[in-house]
């Protein structure tokens, strides 16, 4: 039972630089989303997905994009890697009930990465 | 603005002194509140989730509580397998389905 995987769980990268950061469900959850985790700053909401196909801004969208193509998938894109994206990358995923939202979100164990 | 303030920062306690974790938010329309653990390089575990107000959960030597204002958890006779960080998260009820996290609790039990 993997619940939320995300890889890599490493990546050092250089300024200017593009990467994809992959996210799998295998607990068919309608809702994902994505996280960044700075020392101080708590977690704060990237983007999110209510269902394939579609995407929203969080809190904190500018220099990310992402794309939910399979219900089970959830990629986050840099594209121009600037040193302030240095940060823990969590992603989660939850159900729905209804069309109530408040269900637990679950986490995966997050991707370190660097910008230099 | 919805916001989730967490004290203290951090806690050391020693093998069974119980003590309490302070969850305070502001939120319009509390939709649920919700616990986490995160162990080091993790990312966060679910606990538990809490409704309304006199909500009460527990699970082994955590005990969740709620009011309109705060949440508390409750550890009773830690042990050091209980050091982590106790994340608290509120969803409000605007029907965005965002969390807003506070920063966090450092718990350190010492054997």
């Known amino acids: 039972n993997a619940g939320v995987t995300q890889t890599p769980k490493f990546r050092v990268l250089k300024t200017g630089q593009s990467m994809t950061l992959l996210c799998a469900q295998d607990m068919n959850h309608e809702y994902m989303y994505w996280y960044r985790q700075d020392p101080g700053m708590g977690l704060r909401l990237i983007h999110y997905?209510?269902?394939?196909?579609?995407?929203a801004k969080g809190e904190v969208p500018d220099g990310y994009n992402v794309s939910r193509l399979k219900k089970q998938n959830f990629l986050l894109g840099l594209e121009s890697a600037a040193p302030s994206q240095t940060s823990v990358y969590f992603c989660a995923s939850s159900p729905t009930k209804g069309r109530s939202s408040n269900q637990p979100q679950h986490f995966g164990d997050g991707t370190r990465l660097s910008i230099l | 603005e919805d916001q989730v303030t967490q004290s203290p920062e951090a806690l050391r306690l020693q093998e069974g002194e119980s003590s309490s974790l302070n969850c305070s938010y502001t939120v319009s329309g509390l939709r649920g509140l919700f616990w986490y653990r995160q162990d080091p390089g993790k990312g966060p575990e679910f606990l538990f989730t809490?409704?309304?107000a006199g909500e009460e959960k527990e699970k082994e030597r955590l005990k969740a509580t709620l009011t309109k204002k705060e949440s508390f958890l409750h550890i009773t006779a830690p042990k050091p397998e209980d050091s982590a960080t106790y994340l608290c998260?509120?969803?409000?009820?605007?029907?965005?389905?965002?969390?807003?996290f506070g920063t966090g609790t450092r718990l350190k039990v010492l054997a």
């Open positions: 998260a509120v969803e409000g009820g605007s029907g965005t389905y965002k969390y807003i």
């Open positions: 997905s209510v269902g394939e196909g579609t995407t």
């Open positions: 809490l409704y309304s």
